[in-house]
């Protein structure tokens, strides 16, 4: 449970994923954002997709609060799920806390606890699912940018 990732190899017509555990203490958090760098620029390298810079910060980020959410709130480990699916790559976090999350009203006045509404933001989809034990978190996140937008991740192109 160090973190360390279980990848499937094979490319060609099986699903492209990665997983990994983490136990909740110092260092996961950057584990996690290290185990999306990896396994997106693999997909750029096995598979030659179009994955923009813009959808490999976008992915850290998600992984970085879910995971962040896991650690903070829900006692024991959680898994980190990466997924090529088509055009997208699906995030998708387990803890040990059947409490789902609820996204807080836009405030600026408020201090922290703004991770669901970024993740939300940034996201195609962002779906939660109670478990018999805990509770997954699922998002997508869009490999390519999006040739009509101007905007990326608070940049203008």
């Known amino acids: 449970m160090d973190g360390a990732a279980c990848i499937g190899d094979r490319l060609r017509g099986e699903p492209v994923r990665v997983s990994a555990e983490y136990e909740g203490i110092p260092g996961d958090i950057a584990r996690g954002r290290e185990l999306a760098r990896l396994f997106l620029a693999r997909v750029r390298a096995a598979r030659g997709a179009r994955v923009s810079d813009r959808a490999v910060e976008v992915v850290q980020l998600v992984v ?9 709130y829900a006692p024991g ?3 980190v799920d990466l997924e090529l ?19 807080h009203p836009a405030n600026p006045d408020r201090v922290g606890r703004h991770g669901l509404e970024i993740v939300m933001a940034v996201c195609q989809s962002f779906e939660v699912h109670r478990e018999p034990a805990g509770k997954r978190m699922r998002a997508a996140v869009e490999l390519a940018d999006d040739p009509r937008s101007a905007t990326t991740l608070g940049r203008t192109a």
Do not use: M
Request: net charge negative.
């Open 77 to 79: 480990p959680s898994t």
């Open 64 to 72: 970085s609060e879910l995971l962040t959410n896991a650690c903070k």
């Open 85 to 103: 699916a088509e055009d997208r790559v699906e995030v998708t976090v387990w803890d040990s806390e059947p409490v789902l999350p609820v996204p």
